[in-house]
């Protein structure tokens, strides 16, 4: 049906469709929706190194820790998942609202904030697996503990990284009610476009356009990270 909305034009009943691609050019021809675009695949991109650059060494710090402590650890870490994303997004509008800093801000932490539990797991779960002799072969050979790092525990822990960017980027860069809640209305994304789309204005088919936009840009991220896994895999 999305599809179906997307290359027809709006008012057709079912016995005269119209098809046409007057949907997708009034994306592209107005640059307000390209640069909404752009802004949701930058909000995304910098979530998802935030997430890498805060979860890994969280991830890391567990995998060190002995199964009742990590167990506990783990726990922590997906207790706030059991409550509705929504819920956690209100709250964190509740702490932020009276604080000096910009909407962007605002909704980048409540980004990073709900996505991080994704990567912090992903990570964790290919560090678990490791085989822990490969470190001790690693300190045999005179490989200090960051020459160790950098040579045996990065590389064979980058599928759990590929996996948790798959994880967090994807939804991310979709999200609108975080934006919406956090941003106050200000910080539109390509998720509020759609929803704005079909909600408010009844204009599916132009709703349906984006959508499609959407969801061709997730299947080439999909892609991409799928290759660079591939790539990883065959380099090991």
């Given at each position: ?22 949907n ?31 979860g ?11 199964v ?15 409550t ?11 702490l ?73 980027f ?22 509020n ?8 204005t ?35």
């Amino acid at each position: 049906m999305i599809i179906l909305y997307a290359f027809t034009t709006k008012g057709n009943s079912v016995l005269t469709l119209q098809f046409t691609f007057s949907n997708f050019t009034r994306f592209f021809e107005d640059s307000i929706f390209p640069n909404v675009l752009v802004r949701s695949l930058r909000l995304a991109f910098f979530t998802t190194v935030a997430c890498i650059i805060l979860g890994y060494p969280c991830a890391y710090f567990i995998s060190k820790l002995n199964v009742s402590k990590r167990n506990m650890m783990i726990l922590l870490i997906t207790f706030p998942m059991w409550t509705n994303m929504l819920v956690r997004t209100y709250a964190w509008r509740g702490l932020l609202l009276n604080m000096p800093i910009s909407n962007e801000l605002k909704v980048y932490i409540g980004m990073i904030y709900n996505f991080i539990p994704f990567m912090i797991l992903q990570v964790y779960t290919s560090l678990a697996k490791m085989d822990q002799s490969l470190l001790s072969a690693s300190a045999d050979l005179g490989a200090n503990r960051f020459q160790t790092f950098l040579k045996v525990t990065l590389p064979l822990s980058l599928p759990g990284v590929i996996t948790g960017i798959t994880l967090v980027f994807l939804p991310a860069v979709s999200s609108f009610f975080i934006p919406k809640l956090l941003g106050g209305g200000d910080y539109v994304l390509i998720g509020n476009l759609i929803e704005h789309y079909f909600v408010s204005t009844g204009d599916w088919n132009f709703g349906s356009a984006i959508s499609l936009i959407m969801a061709f840009v997730i299947l080439a991220s999909m892609y991409l990270t799928k290759k660079l896994d591939k790539d990883v895999k065959e380099a090991k």
